[in-house]
């Protein structure tokens, strides 16, 4: 029962990357799903989650350039990251949590995930300027 994280590393400011996560060992159907980092000296941030309705949150540093997606039938999430800015290097994380049977909202696992939260590895992600 494991996520497994891809698609980081070094890119331009101002260019693109696309992160992937894929869990095995159990579905993401009824979860809530989402993508972390934390730069060096930092907090871990929640960047972006989504619900399993498909309900979005960006945090606002990322509002635009940004996008979030799931595919339920392979149990796959993904981060499409465009317009890189050096303040974007981080190591990133996939997340999920649940299962959750009731609607809730993505933000909830971004602001604050809870014990019960299942982690991928991280990938290195780095911008140059």
């Known amino acids: 029962v494991q996520l497994q994280a891809s698609g980081g590393g070094l890119v331009q400011a101002g260019g693109s990357l696309k992160l992937s996560c894929a869990a095995s060992g159990f579905t993401l159907d009824y979860y809530t799903v989402g993508w972390f980092r934390q730069a060096p000296g930092k907090e871990r941030e929640g960047v972006a989650c989504?619900?399993?309705?498909?309900?979005?949150y960006y945090v606002d540093s990322v509002k635009g350039r940004f996008t979030i997606s799931r595919d339920n039938a392979k149990s796959t999430m993904s981060l499409q990251m465009n317009s890189l800015e050096p303040e974007d290097t981080a190591v990133y994380f996939c997340?999920?949590?649940?299962?959750?049977?009731?609607?809730?909202?993505?933000?909830?696992?971004?602001?604050?995930?809870?014990?019960?939260?299942?982690w991928g590895q991280g990938t290195q992600v780095t911008v140059s300027s």
């Open positions: 989504i619900s399993r309705r498909g309900w979005t």
């Open positions: 997340a999920a949590e649940g299962p959750i049977l009731k609607l809730v909202r993505p933000e909830g696992l971004c602001l604050g995930p809870g014990k019960e939260a299942r």
